[in-house]
């Protein structure tokens, strides 16, 4: 009897993939050195570039003429927010720590004279 070899198909897979990415690299790398697909290329990008630029900047003149606030002001806000919460936080735990109310500054003025 003759031995069958049995089908493996991992290693089916792994030439298979192998296989793709060899060609693959060896199109890329024809593709790449030609002159004039890198200088598409090099045009798409700073195309590419200057379109998000563009658009970031209408869209900040529109949020600006809408009056509404930016991610990075929010930001800035919810910060503040938060400093002062803290700030809170430790004058309500120091307050809760002291038995003795907190000293509040003398009442100079005198209530007005109700005969007037």
């Given at each position: 009897?003759?031995?069958?070899?049995?089908?493996?198909?991992?290693?089916?897979?792994?030439?298979?993939?192998?296989?793709?990415?060899?060609?693959?690299?060896?199109?890329?790398?024809?593709?790449?050195?030609?002159?004039?697909?890198?200088?598409?290329?090099?045009?798409?990008?700073?195309?590419?570039?200057?379109?998000?630029?563009?658009?970031?900047?209408?869209?900040?003149?529109?949020?600006?003429?809408?009056?509404?606030?930016?991610?990075?002001?929010?930001?800035?806000?919810?910060?503040?927010?938060?400093?002062?919460?803290?700030k809170l936080?430790?004058?309500?735990?120091?307050?809760?720590?002291?038995e003795t109310?907190?000293?509040?500054?003398?009442?100079?003025?005198?209530?007005?004279?109700?005969?007037?």
């Open positions: 009897m003759a031995k069958q070899s049995e089908f493996d198909p991992l290693a089916a897979w792994q030439r298979m993939i192998s296989q793709w990415e060899r060609q693959l690299n060896d199109l890329s790398s024809k593709i790449s050195s030609n002159e004039t697909f890198a200088g598409s290329m090099n045009q798409a990008t700073k195309l590419t570039l200057a379109t998000r630029k563009s658009m970031e900047d209408n869209l900040d003149r529109l949020v600006r003429s809408m009056q509404l606030a930016t991610q990075a002001q929010m930001s800035e806000a919810l910060d503040r927010m938060d400093r002062i919460e803290q936080d430790a004058l309500v735990a120091m307050q809760a720590r002291s109310p907190i000293a509040r500054p003398r009442r100079t003025r005198k209530p007005a004279d109700p005969a007037n």
